[in-house]
């Protein structure tokens, strides 16, 4: 439907006007909750629709899931990386995305493939323009994630200090990053395969599924995220419209990444296929219990440290 498309394109504008038009302070308080919530909203409806519905008003919100959780992950990296930065990040995670995926389907590298038509409208007649979208939000998601990794107590890396340790850093917070996008796409590519998302010519042995894919997943992310943490690395840390993150902004991105997990989950229960569940369960489950401990230890620390200030 055409009015979907334009609801969406209208969701992402809104979603890059309100960063610029809001201070960070009342973004972080007021707008991101609120965003949130509607965002919330998509994702049930999206379930129900997996699941069914029958209802215009619900599947027309569960249309809207995708576009709003990259409308979510700008807002959410405009308080955490700032304005300057959130531009960098999302022109270097679109155009990877794309040019990754022209190259696939054009020239079968990581196994021949082509996108069922239904998902129009394509770049160039060859890649839908909502898998360029999901590779950003996934780039962003799996960057965000390796960053809670750090929340231990080290430092994002920076050039201040040994130039080899701030190599190995980016190297493993990057290499983390594409296992983190490739722990997404084991229950997601066997599903939407199986629903003829896109269509492998040659099959594989993955369900149907080339080992090479999944070698790509990891390696688009890991260059995504090794460029922009490079980037990082040289530039001053606050561009003016920084925030301190809080226990709910951190949450968010964990559970956009459990939200994931659901919706393929329901997916493969609906279809009848229990297996991609437990792939999903073992490939992120044990993430979003690394990064749920480490992110309530974080927070409670905190609390602590200042219930014994005062």
Sequence with gaps: MDILLY??????LVSIILIFLFK?????KTVYPMYFAFFVVTFFCYLF????????????????????AFGLVLIHSSLSLGNRKTIVFFIIAL????????????????????YNPELRPFFFGMVPI??????????????????????????????KGNKLHWLILIILLSSISGFVATSIDMILDPVVVAGQGWIWIDGGPYYGIPIN???????VTFIATFLFRLYESVKPKN??????????TTLSMIL??????????????????????????TTMGPLILITLLITVLKFSGKKLEQNNRS
């Design 130 to 159: 909502m898998s360029v979208f999901s590779w950003a939000t996934i780039i962003y998601l799996s960057y965000t994630i390796s960053n809670l990794m750090l929340k231990a107590g080290i430092k994002k890396p920076d050039l």
């Design 213 to 219: 894919n999944f070698v790509g997943w990891f390696f």
């Design 49 to 68: 629709t997996l699941m069914g519905s029958k209802v215009l008003i619900i599947n027309m919100l569960g249309a809207l899931w995708t576009y709003t």
């Design 239 to 248: 561009d003016g419209s920084l925030t301190k993150g809080s226990f709910f």
């Design 24 to 28: 960070p302070t009342k973004l972080k």
């Design 7 to 12: 609801l969406n394109w209208f969701i992402v």
């Design 256 to 281: 956009l990444f459990v939200m994931y997990f659901f919706i393929y989950a329901v997916s493969a229960f609906k279809m009848g296929s229990p297996e991609y569940i437990l792939i999903g369960v």
């Design 95 to 114: 155009i990877i995305g794309l040019v990754s995926e022209l190259l696939a389907v054009k020239y079968g590298y990581l196994g021949r493939y082509y």
